[in-house]
T-cell receptor, first 114, second 110 residues
Framework: KNQVEQSPQSLIILEGKNCTLQ??????????LRWYKQDTGRGPVSLTI?????NTKSNGRYTATLDADTKQSSLHITASQLSDSASYIC?????????????FGRGTQLTVWP | EADIYQTPRYLVIGTGKKITLECSQT?????MYWYQQDPGMELHLIHY???????EKGDLSSESTVSRIRTEHFPLTLESARPSHTSQYLC?????????FGPGTRLTVT
């Protein structure tokens, strides 16, 4: 069964600290993996997208890594800010079509305290 | 910021009413989607369209219907709203590699 599991479910950190969110997936065949940020009451916004051949991708203070062999990904946030408080969703696409079927994780709810 | 819009953003309505959630995009995307999301849960695909006059049901069974008469417009209709329909509804469209989401409609049926 194709699944995407994220951990931790929720996380609280102090402003300025770093954190790492995890994503494990069983989707096969694999096409790409995306990380989205979803603010409360808003739609998800894309942070990074990685294909099979990419190990790491950065977007400002966000750095995503991918290990396609172990089917694991992580999202590292550096020097957190209050505005980073949101849900971070891992989404994996299979290779059925150009966009593919999308499998969503339940997200990690990150809260950054001052 | 993606050019995809949803209205209304919030809706509180009584049981049995007919409602239409609007979604439009100005990116010329052929592919559009409707997702349902409950708090703390993953997004569930309820409808999708690969172009004008093309609509398909998604993974999650839904009593809603959709239409795609124009490329830019993908409305979702509930003929008779029930409390079980209370949820957040997210519309999305996709280009070749990226999927863009609208801001969502928070629906509450009393």
């Amino acid at each position: 069964k194709n699944q995407v599991e994220q951990s931790p479910q929720s996380l609280i950190i102090l402003e300025g600290k770093n954190c790492t969110l995890q994503c494990n997936y069983t989707v096969s065949p694999f096409s790409n993996l995306r990380w989205y940020k979803q603010d409360t009451g808003r739609g998800p916004v894309s942070l990074t997208i990685m294909t099979f051949s990419e190990n790491t991708k950065s977007n400002g203070r966000y750095t995503a890594t991918l290990d396609a062999d172990t089917k694991q990904s992580s999202l590292h946030i550096t020097a957190s800010q209050l505005s980073d408080s949101a849900s971070y969703i891992c989404v994996v696409s299979d290779r059925g079509s150009t966009l593919g079927r999308l499998y969503f994780g339940r997200g990690t709810q990150l809260t950054v305290w001052p | 910021e993606a050019d995809i819009y949803q209205t209304p953003r919030y809706l509180v309505i009584g049981t049995g009413k007919k409602i239409t959630l609007e979604c439009s995009q100005t990116m010329g995307h052929d592919k559009m989607y409707w997702y349902q999301q409950d708090p703390g849960m993953e997004l569930h695909l309820i409808h999708y369209s690969y172009g004008v006059n093309s609509t398909e049901k998604g993974d999650l069974s839904s009593e809603s219907t959709v239409s795609r008469i124009r490329t830019e417009h993908f409305p979702l209709t509930l003929e008779s709203a029930r409390p079980s329909h209370t949820s957040q509804y997210l519309c999305a469209s996709s280009g070749r590699y990226e999927q863009y989401f609208g801001p969502g409609t928070r629906l509450t049926v009393t």
